[in-house]
């Protein structure tokens, strides 16, 4: 079905913050690290990630370039010019007419209107078997929004549940729950009996922004904004909390998986789900594991690839489940570089012992609240040639590769396909 109506680039403004100059760098840490860090005090810069004990990624402003260099610290250039980076990120490659079987959709970045327009479609097409259902408002007053899908039996069943827009600056993680959406839709009309199957026994629940203040924040002001837009604590002048830190379980557990400090890129909030993106998010978990259940959970994130589960909140404590969680993102990853024409590798693994720690993280609190059998932090594309700002010709392989993984883990989520041997892998879609 085509529904003509010309979608135009990602919407900018006059006030957006200027990148110009700045370069993204990253230095190899490993036993070097508290070597690097004092080198780096005094220093401006904007850490990237947090797998620190193997490298620092960093975004220097100009101004701090030459004193940067001065430190004669080894490193390798991610972005030469970051501010050129993100204009050719924001660049529409072609007009998309509305037709979701047109897949150069996913060529390109788009403003968040348009996003919203594409679920809309997605459920035009899709009338009798899916919805389009609210979570909830954020600070701002927008719509937390996302779609229902459910089979020829009709909704009520167990759920899947997908996060995505969570952390504002992580783009490319709205397009790969839309691919995901579309297959889904696609499959099921083509009679593909996997899918069919799926859509019978599980209801889907997918939601593309859980920050939409945040994602309209990096599109008109800020590209790297990451949190939501609500004002910090009485006297304090920094805005936001990171919705993914700001989660009833685990939140005040252990000290160093989030900030108490308003002004940094994680923190965690003044109490528990003290964020109205939380609670109306929480309150859509306890509605679905009331009803009949949470089956799969998956907060989709950028950058590092990684497959994360519980527990981040201690990276001592193992979960009953971490076993049946490690062996599924083993066949996942496996999936993921077989599939992939870059190869791309996924590292698997509790949060917490494999990565780093999060206190008040979706992964926990889903599966320790909401009961979800399966939960998971899915870190995409890339492990570090472009990070945050990740090219619009990379979308493409980055949702394809991820709907391999997904389609794998739909038939793992069957127990007698996860009693099968350790040769389990793409056969299995056959079988």
Request: charged share 20%.
């Amino acid at each position: 079905m085509v529904l003509v109506l010309v979608v135009g680039s990602v919407a900018t403004s006059a006030t957006q913050k200027s990148y110009d100059g700045y370069q993204v760098l990253r230095l190899p840490t490993g036993s070097q690290l508290p070597h690097i860090q004092k080198k780096l005090n005094g220093l401006i810069f904007d850490q990237w990630n947090h797998d620190v004990e193997r490298y620092l990624d960093i975004a220097l402003p100009p101004t701090e370039i030459s004193k940067f260099k001065s430190l004669g610290l080894k490193s390798r250039v991610m972005h030469h010019n970051l501010g050129d980076s993100i204009k050719a990120e924001q660049k529409t490659k072609r007009v998309w007419k509305r037709d979701i079987a047109d897949l150069s959709w996913f060529d390109s970045y788009h403003a968040y209107d348009a996003h919203i327009q594409y679920f809309k479609d997605l459920n035009i097409v899709f009338p009798n078997n899916s919805e389009v259902f609210s979570s909830g408002t954020s600070y701002e007053g927008r719509d937390i929004s996302g779609l229902h899908f459910w089979g020829s039996e009709g909704p009520g069943k167990p759920s899947i549940l997908y996060h995505a827009g969570v952390h504002a600056r992580e783009w490319i993680t709205t397009p790969v729950v839309e691919y995901i959406a579309q297959k889904l839709i696609t499959g099921y009309k083509d009679g593909d009996l996997l899918i069919q199957t799926l859509l019978d026994r599980y209801d889907f629940y997918f939601i593309p922004f859980v920050n939409p203040d945040g994602f309209v924040y990096t599109q008109t002001t800020e590209r790297l904004w990451r949190k939501n837009r609500q004002p910090g604590p009485k006297n304090s002048t920094c805005y936001g909390r990171d919705i993914n830190r700001n989660w009833e379980f685990g939140w005040d557990a252990n000290k160093g998986g989030a900030s108490t400090n308003p002004c940094s890129y994680d923190y965690k909030g003044e109490a528990p789900s003290d964020a109205p993106e939380t609670q109306g998010l929480d309150s859509l978990v306890r509605k679905l594991k009331a009803n009949s259940g949470i089956e799969l959970f998956v907060d989709w994130h950028s950058y590092g690839q990684y497959i994360l589960s519980p527990y981040g909140y201690n990276e001592t404590l193992y979960a009953p489940e971490l076993a049946k969680w490690t062996r599924a993102a083993s066949y996942i990853s496996r999936e993921i570089r077989d599939s992939s024409t870059a190869g791309a590798t996924y590292t698997f693994g509790p949060c917490g012992a494999t990565l780093y720690r999060t206190t008040g993280s979706a992964t926990d609190h889903i599966y320790a609240i909401g009961g979800a059998d399966f939960s998971y932090t899915i870190e995409l594309g890339d492990t570090g040639h472009y990070g945050f700002v990740l090219p619009p010709d990379q979308i493409r392989r980055v949702v394809e590769e991820q709907w391999a993984g997904q389609k794998l883990l739909f038939s793992l989520l069957d127990q007698a396909f996860f009693e099968m041997s350790d040769g389990l892998g793409s056969d299995v879609l056959s079988t």
